[in-house]
C-alpha cells in the first residue's frame, strides 16, 4: 500500500475506511457519534473521502499504485444502516425559516449520492450493504449505489409523507429509473416500511441474503465480478449513457423539497418530533452498539518486522492484541 493512498485510510470521527487488498475493495463505514443519521460532519466526511479518492486516481493516471475497484458503504451500528436526514437540524431550521442553510445541507446530500450513483466517474464500483433498517436518506443513500444488497430482516422505507414531506435527495430520481414513475410514487406516498424480499420483487435492490451474510455475499460478488471487470464497467457504462443521472434533476428536486419544508405547520414539525423520538429510542434500546466484527482487520501479507510503514515510521513488533475484535454480541 502506497503513502497516498495510506492517507485514504486516515482516522475519522464519524465514518471508519478500511482496505481489502484481497478484493481491492474500501469499506467505509457510518459511525455516528449521536444518532444513527446523516448528520453534517458525516456527509462532509465522505464527500471528502469521495474527493481523496478522485484525486488518488487522477494523480495516478487513473492507473492507481493500490488497486482499488470497488467502494461499499455499510454501517457500524447494529441493526441500523441509516434513520436518513437530521431531522432535530430539520426543525431548528425550518422554525427559523432558514432557507439557505437547508438549501445547503441537502446540496452537499446530493453532491454524495450522485458521485456514488457514478461511482465516481471512475472505473469502480459502489456497493451498498444494508443490515438494518434504513429510512428516508439512508433508503436514498442505500439505492445510490451501483449495487445493493441487503440482509432479510432489514427494512427500508421513506417515511417522509407521514409528515406531509417527501424524501428529496434523490429518491424520486433513483427510484423512478429503477422501477418507474409508477411505483416510485406509490412508494414515496405510502411512507411504508418495505421488507428486503419486497423491495428486491419490485426491483429497488439487487439482491437479499441472510442476515449476518451480508459480507459473505459482497466478497463473492466482487470476486465473481472482477473475472470480468472490464465487460462489467462497460456493462456500467452503458446503464449510466441509456439512464443517466442527471445532476441538474436533483438539485432541482432538492429545491422542490426546501420549498415544501419550509411550508410543514406546527401539526407537521411536531409529528416530525415524534418520529425522531422514535428513532433515538430504538437506538438506546439496542444500546448503540459499534459493529466492531464489520471494523475487520483484512487479510494482509505476511509482516516480518521491523518495516517500514506506510506513513513512514518504523514498526518493530506485532502491536496487535490476541483478543478477536470481532467477538461481539448483537442480541
Excluded at 482499488?68 to 437540524?89: C, E, H, M, P
Excluded at 444494508?130 to 449505489?145: H, K, N, P, Q, T
Aim: include cysteine.
Amino acid at each position: 500500500m502506497d503513502k497516498e493512498f495510506h492517507k485514504l485510510l486516515r482516522d475519522r470521527k464519524e465514518i471508519s475506511v478500511r482496505y481489502d487488498p484481497k478484493t481491492e475493495a474500501i469499506w467505509s463505514y457510518t459511525k455516528p457519534s449521536n444518532r444513527p443519521c446523516y448528520n453534517l460532519e458525516l456527509i462532509h466526511e465522505y464527500r471528502q473521502l469521495q474527493k481523496d479518492i478522485i484525486v488518488y486516481f487522477e494523480s495516478n493516471d487513473f492507473t492507481p499504485k493500490t488497486p482499488l475497484k470497488y467502494i461499499v458503504n455499510a454501517s457500524q451500528t447494529a441493526r441500523i444502516f441509516n434513520y436518513g436526514g437530521d431531522l432535530n437540524l430539520f426543525l431548528e431550521l425550518i422554525k427559523n425559516k432558514d432557507t439557505d442553510q437547508l438549501f445547503q445541507y441537502a446540496k452537499i446530500c446530493i453532491d454524495v449520492v450522485y458521485f456514488n450513483a457514478i461511482n465516481l466517474n471512475l472505473p469502480i464500483t459502489t456497493i451498498s450493504l444494508v443490515e438494518g433498517d434504513a429510512l428516508g436518506g439512508g433508503f436514498e443513500g442505500a439505492i445510490s449505489s451501483n449495487i445493493c444488497i441487503v440482509e432479510e430482516d432489514a427494512h427500508m422505507g421513506l417515511p417522509e409523507i407521514k409528515f406531509n414531506l417527501i424524501p428529496g435527495m434523490g429518491a424520486y430520481s433513483f427510484l423512478a429509473r429503477l422501477v418507474g414513475i409508477k411505483l416510485t410514487e406509490e412508494i414515496i406516498g405510502s411512507g411504508k416500511m418495505y421488507d428486503a424480499a419486497t423491495l428486491h420483487e419490485m426491483g429497488v435492490i439487487t439482491q437479499v441474503v441472510k442476515r449476518g451474510e451480508g459480507k459473505k455475499a459482497i466478497d463473492l460478488f466482487m470476486k465473481r465480478h472482477s473475472r470480468a471487470f472490464n465487460g462489467m464497467q462497460a456493462l456500467q457504462a452503458a446503464r449510466h449513457r441509456y439512464a443517466p443521472i442527471d445532476y441538474d434533476e436533483l438539485i432541482d428536486i432538492t429545491k422542490i423539497w426546501v420549498d415544501a419544508a419550509l411550508c410543514l405547520t406546527d401539526k407537521d414539525l411536531k409529528m416530525m418530533k415524534k418520529l425522531v423520538d422514535a428513532q433515538n429510542q430504538k437506538a438506546i434500546d439496542i444500546q448503540y452498539k459499534l459493529r466492531t466484527k464489520q471494523d475487520r482487520r483484512f487479510e494482509q501479507e505476511k509482516i516480518e518486522f521491523p518495516f517500514e510503514a506506510a506513513d513512514g515510521e518504523m514498526i518493530f513488533e506485532d502491536r496487535r492484541s490476541n483478543q478477536d475484535p470481532r467477538d461481539f454480541d448483537e442480541k
